[in-house]
């Protein structure tokens, strides 16, 4: 092992693992380095390496994270081992010694440095990248590929990554543009990880024997499942099964399509031995599981279920940990006042804290989350319930991780979480140093299938995809620094582009394979008569055209039928193909778009039907009417005779013809089909002996060819896709005037420091003054349009701005957004989201100085949410006042930062 290593694996209290020793050795004889490793694995030691490094080599070292709350995590470790003078935190809301030797920043700064070429950058030796699979994400990943991309070469990366199964393509990539790189990859939890399902109150093993994720490597064979949760579910399902029988017995048929295993009683007694949150916090108090983390797949859950914890009376705390956690809590608001502490709820939340419980989400308070991330690595706190973010946030480790359902709600629909996810969340489990074993514990439901469940937690990886696509901003950057050559060069480098280039040689090498079948089969059609291929393909044009005309007709009928349907009236007298003379009954017009019209009937012989158009062979012509009773009912059969003898006397005294049922055709494609029959009889290959022998290879020819210029059509639209993609994001800003051929504008300099989704309408804004004349509050509310994004609500009563002056500037901004989307489409780019005015009112009412609870009553957000899009107001405020340079916009944004600067969010700054 070399010294240096040596020295430093000399700095723990524990030894370190044989791939953390395998990283270092790599970083120390100067390459780049990713680890992949389970979360809780210790990978970031060989980050704190890079760190040791760069201090012996007296060089810089930049420590990014993808979260402001994992810098700042990061950068109290840091100062604890190297001092406050040589470590400095940058998240874009805190500034604290910038220049030093070690800076912990977001993965955003570091981008945002390297576009503007700062000097910090000098003499900087390491970048170390945790959590680089975020660059899977929709919205901030790209930034990691900007900045893998942008560095220097002379810089040394460290990739850290939670395990995933293509590591050894994002290895490659790495290799590719970043040089000598190494990859290490453990697939050993240093904690190991038990399954454990909560039946009841009873916890029961998922596995027989060992779980897979409690061995150093993957069983050979698979672990079986526990056969007494296999009883259990066969169990249920007899039980489910019998309650269905006695329910259809009871009422004479059953229902269909209900499930008696959710609506039924005998099944809710079942069901009733699912045990509350309080009495889970007990099984786990008892059993000596906790501290635990429980996740529950919502913000609102989360908040609910400390208040059942806390409202049953169950305390997990003894006196001594209450009191600290008292101390934490009172610590972290000391700069709060009075009526803000009322606002938010304090008491209640400082009660359920002190007695072990808390709730931890992406809505909270920052000064809240401070709180039980602080009381959790004390060990005073016992249980936090918590959303999925959690897992992919800063550090906190469990003994135990409860999982309360399998299915989430994606924001379109609710699904089952993938095996990745699961090995996120329950990666948690297990403290290093503190728990010789950790465990995940799923909730028992109606209807689980421990098969599955054993699925998820025997597979341990998700793929890495890249989300990585040019925006406006990155292309007037890219085109400062690079160039517009360069800069399509370096964007054909991205990990994006990587993974589309592998997918392009698969469809290459399927290409060729197929030429290889077609040279084959080339040689079966040889005819001495002529050319054999020449009259497959008349063949093959007339079945072709055979198979259009069909088409074409059954839609065209279709569309007669349908609208025949809705033109139809009760009382109408129609003749059905099967059925005779009926009489309409009901018609159902298209209540949306897509659902089909249908008509219900009843016939001569009393047979009632509900038709749709495919149940029809032609338009439904009506041939009379008679009168359908008000109270008319298919079940009164006195009703049923009436109606059908007036049928009856209509139609003997109308004597109407059965309707021709007529298919609609086009006489050209007929004529074109007759002409290419004409011309096959005349081919001299038409007179072979084998014809059809031959027709057999040669359709299976036609065929291999059509897929093989699909395959070359595809591989041709994916190979340079992003360069394209970029071409287009430049048409777009050459057509605007941020371009002027490969130079940017003074418009292109002023984008370059604009950071938001809709750079390009804020942008444009700017340049159309839209913003000029707005007061501090005003131009808030009419910037946060730009950022928000509402959630899905069922109020009644629309959002608006919140003053005549925000309200002409949010209606030009919006004008502004047509007119780029405008252009957009001309070049074939997708438009950005549209702008959303539900944060606008809020944002008035804070940077106009009202108190928080005055506030907060305006909005349906929880107070973390609100502080999170004050943020991001005041930092568009920021960017907007460096884009707009010297002038009246410049000092109004600044004057909005300082308004909305105050309070919470001033303590939540400082906080970071």
């Known amino acids: 092992m070399p010294e240096g290593v040596r020295e430093f694996a000399a700095l723990y209290p524990y030894h370190l693992d044989d791939y953390q020793l395998a990283a270092c050795r790599e970083l120390d004889e100067g390459r780049g380095v990713l680890v992949a490793a389970p979360t809780g694995a210790g990978k970031t030691v060989v980050g704190e390496f890079a760190v040791h490094l760069a201090v012996q080599d007296s060089r810089k070292c930049f420590y990014t994270t993808p979260i402001k709350a994992l810098s700042n995590q990061k950068y109290h470790d840091l100062v604890e081992r190297y001092g406050p003078d040589r470590v400095g935190l940058l998240t874009g809301d805190s500034s604290v010694n910038s220049e030093a030797q070690i800076v912990v920043m977001t993965t955003e700064v570091l981008r945002n440095m390297i576009y503007a070429q700062s000097p910090t950058l000098n003499n900087l030796g390491f970048v170390v990248m945790d959590e680089v699979h975020y660059l899977a994400d929709r919205f901030r990943g790209p930034v990691w590929e900007e900045v893998i991309l942008g560095l220097a070469e002379s810089v040394a990366i460290v990739a850290l990554s939670a395990t995933v199964s293509n590591v050894e393509d994002f290895g490659e990539w790495l290799r590719t543009v970043r040089g000598d790189f190494a990859v290490v990859v453990s697939e050993r939890r240093p904690v190991p990880l038990f399954q454990h399902v909560l039946v009841g109150r009873r916890l029961v093993d998922l596995f027989d024997g060992v779980a897979p994720t409690a061995s150093e490597l993957p069983a050979e064979r698979a672990a079986r499942v526990n056969r007494e949760l296999l009883k259990v579910s066969r169990e249920e399902s007899g039980r489910v099964r019998d309650d269905s029988r006695r329910a259809r017995g009871r009422s004479g048929r059953g229902r269909p399509g209900q499930r008696s295993s959710y609506g039924d009683q005998p099944a809710q007694r079942f069901a009733a031995r699912q045990p509350g949150r309080g009495e889970v916090a007990i099984?786990?108090?008892?059993?000596?599981?906790?501290?635990?983390?429980?996740?529950?797949?919502?913000?609102?859950?989360?908040?609910?279920?400390?208040?059942?914890?806390?409202?049953?009376?169950?305390?997990?705390?003894?006196?001594?940990?209450?009191?600290?956690?008292?101390?934490?809590?009172?610590?972290?608001?000391?700069?709060?006042?009075?009526?803000?502490?009322?606002?938010?709820?304090?008491?209640?939340?400082?009660?359920?804290?002190?007695?072990?419980?808390?709730?931890?989400?992406?809505?909270?308070?920052?000064?809240?989350?401070?709180?039980?991330?602080?009381?959790?690595?004390?060990?005073?706190?016992?249980?936090?319930?918590?959303?999925?973010?959690?897992?992919?946030g800063i550090n906190m480790p469990a003994r135990t991780v409860v999982l309360e359902k399998l299915v989430k709600f994606n924001g379109e629909a609710h699904v089952d979480i993938t095996p990745g996810e699961y090995t996120q969340l329950t990666g948690r489990a297990g403290r290093r140093g503190i728990d010789v074993e950790g465990h995940a514990v799923v909730l028992w439901r109606s209807g689980m299938d421990p098969r599955a469940v054993a699925g998820l937690a025997s597979r341990r990886t998700y793929p890495l995809r890249s989300s990585f696509a040019p925006s406006y901003n990155m292309a007037v950057n890219l085109m400062a620094t690079l160039g517009r050559d360069r800069a399509r060069e370096l964007l054909n480098q991205s990990f994006a582009q990587f993974q589309t280039d592998k997918s392009v040689v698969q469809a290459s090498r399927a290409g060729r394979g197929l030429r290889v079948d077609l040279a084959g089969e080339y040689a079966a059609v040889e005819c001495h008569l002529g050319d054999f291929m020449e009259y497959a393909r008349l063949r093959d044009e007339i079945s072709r055209l055979e198979a259009a005309a069909s088409k074409d007709r059954r839609r065209e009928q279709a569309e007669q039928v349908s609208d025949s349907m809705t033109k139809l009236l009760p009382g109408d007298i129609v003749h059905l193909d099967r059925q005779g003379w009926s009489v309409v009954l009901r018609v159902g017009q298209k209540a949306q778009r897509g659902a089909e019209p249908w008509v219900q009937t009843i016939s001569a012989d009393h047979t009632v039907l509900k038709l749709q158009p495919h149940d029809l062979r032609g338009p439904l012509t009506p041939v009379g009417r008679v009168r359908v009773p008000r109270d008319f009912s298919v079940r009164d059969r006195k009703s049923r005779r009436s109606l059908l003898q007036s049928m009856s006397e209509r139609i003997e005294e109308k004597d109407p013809q059965v309707p021709d049922v007529a298919s609609p055709s086009d006489e050209s494609v007929a004529r074109r089909i007759a002409e290419f029959r004409r011309e096959l009889k005349r081919h001299p290959c038409h007179e072979c002996p084998d014809r059809e022998t031959h027709a057999v290879h040669a359709a299976r020819i036609i065929r291999l060819e059509r897929e093989a210029e699909r395959v070359e059509r595809e591989t041709t639209g994916r190979a340079n896709s992003l360069a394209v993609q970029f071409d287009r994001v430049c048409a777009v800003l050459d057509e605007l005037g941020y371009l002027d051929g490969d130079d940017l504008t003074d418009a292109g300099r002023m984008l370059r420091r604009i950071y938001n989704e809709l750079d390009l309408v804020a942008a444009e804004c700017v340049r159309r003054d839209v913003f000029a004349g707005l007061d501090a509050p005003e131009l808030a509310a009419v910037l946060s349009t730009l950022l928000y994004e509402s959630r899905p609500s069922r109020d009644s009563v629309p959002p608006r701005m919140p003053n005549r002056a925000s309200e002409q500037a949010q209606s030009a901004l919006r004008a502004t957004w047509r007119e780029v989307g405008q252009v957009e489409r001309r070049h074939r780019r997708d438009r950005g989201r549209e702008p959303d005015i539900g944060f606008a009112e809020a944002a008035w009412r804070w940077a106009s100085g009202q108190e928080l609870a005055k506030v907060l009553a305006t909005t349906d957000l929880s107070a973390g949410d609100f502080v999170r899009w004050v943020r991001q107001v005041i930092d568009l405020a920021g960017q907007l006042a460096s884009a707009a340079g010297p002038g009246d916009l410049r000092r109004t944004a600044h004057a909005v930062q300082d308004a909305m600067r105050r309070g919470v969010v001033a303590v939540e700054l400082e906080e970071d």
Request: hydrophobic letters at 55%; proline letters at 2%; one cysteine or more.
């Open 283 to 392: 099984v786990l108090e008892r059993a000596r599981l906790l501290p635990a983390i429980y996740f529950i797949f919502s913000r609102v859950g989360c908040d609910a279920a400390v208040r059942q914890v806390a409202d049953s009376g169950t305390v997990l705390t003894n006196r001594a940990e209450a009191a600290l956690l008292g101390d934490i809590a009172d610590r972290h608001v000391a700069g709060l006042g009075e009526a803000d502490l009322r606002a938010l709820d304090y008491e209640r939340f400082r009660d359920a804290l002190m007695a072990g419980v808390a709730a931890h989400h992406a809505g909270q308070l920052p000064a809240f989350k401070a709180i039980i991330e602080e009381g959790f690595a004390t060990g005073a706190l016992k249980l936090v319930f918590a959303t999925e973010t959690l897992a992919l």
